[in-house]
T-cell receptor, first 112, second 109 residues
Framework: EAAVTQSPRNKVAVTGGKVTLSCNQTNNHNNMYWYRQDTGHGLRLIHYSYGAGSTEKGDIPDGYKASRPSQENFSLILELATPSQTSVYFC???????????FGEGSKLTVL | GDQVKQSPSALSLQEGTNSALRCNFSIATTTVQWFLQNPRGSLMNLFYLVPGTKENGRLKSTFNSKESYSTLHIRDAQLEDSGTYFCAAPSSGSWQLIFGSGTQLTVMP
């Protein structure tokens, strides 16, 4: 079973502050993803990566940056957090050949 | 419109009964994945399917690519089966998964 861990699991931030959500996977998957989940919108893709050093924009990248410094780690960065970014964020990883997705436990972010 | 449409949107079952969830696709796809989001919010991958059938314990899923649908059968439902079930599929030529809006399942004692 793929192991994807996220930190922090809960975060309260102030408007205009910087937030970094971290994700680590221990299964040597090439692909990693950041989604957000909101009531009424389901899961929406923010950024993804094909491997170390690569980041790509998903469907809703505005206001977010991503960083993939290694195969194992993929971070989501909110440089200037806004209340509209209050959400639950999920990291996921997948092998490049099948795309079978494994999610982390989620990170609940509240921006006041 | 909905490229991946799930039905029903919500379902209540008595413990020990059987049911089926359905996912219809308006996109051409060669694989489908099913996930369960439990009441604590964790998302678990239940199945990754190419056309055909897979079974895991009390769960069985089929994917019919020609008729563009997939089903998830739950046999002998248990309380711990409660949660929201999502199906997802990539559109042809893309890897990006398109998620359905989910079926919220409640199993009652």
């Amino acid at each position: 079973e793929a192991a994807v861990t996220q930190s922090p699991r809960n975060k309260v931030a102030v408007t205009g502050g910087k937030v970094t959500l971290s994700c680590n996977q221990t299964n040597n998957h090439n692909n990693m993803y950041w989604y957000r989940q909101d009531t009424g919108h389901g899961l929406r893709l923010i950024h993804y990566s094909y491997g170390a050093g690569s980041t790509e924009k998903g469907d809703i990248p505005d206001g977010y940056k991503a960083s993939r410094p290694s195969q194992e780690n993929f971070s989501l960065i909110l440089e200037l957090a806004t209340p509209s970014q209050t959400s639950v964020y999920f990291c996921a990883s997948a092998t490049a050949n099948t795309g079978q997705l494994y999610f982390g436990e989620g990170s609940k972010l509240t921006v006041l | 419109g909905d490229q991946v449409k799930q039905s029903p949107s919500a379902l209540s079952l008595q413990e020990g009964t059987n049911s089926a969830l359905r996912c219809n696709f308006s996109i051409a796809t060669t694989t489908v994945q099913w996930f369960l989001q439990n009441p604590r919010g964790s998302l678990m991958n239940l199945f990754y399917l190419v056309p055909g059938t897979k079974e895991n314990g009390r769960l069985k899923s089929t994917f019919n690519s020609k008729e563009s649908y997939s089903t998830l059968h739950i046999r002998d439902a248990q309380l711990e089966d409660s949660g929201t079930y999502f199906c997802a599929a990539p559109s042809s030529g893309s890897w990006q998964l398109i998620f359905g809006s989910g079926t919220q399942l409640t199993v009652m004692p």
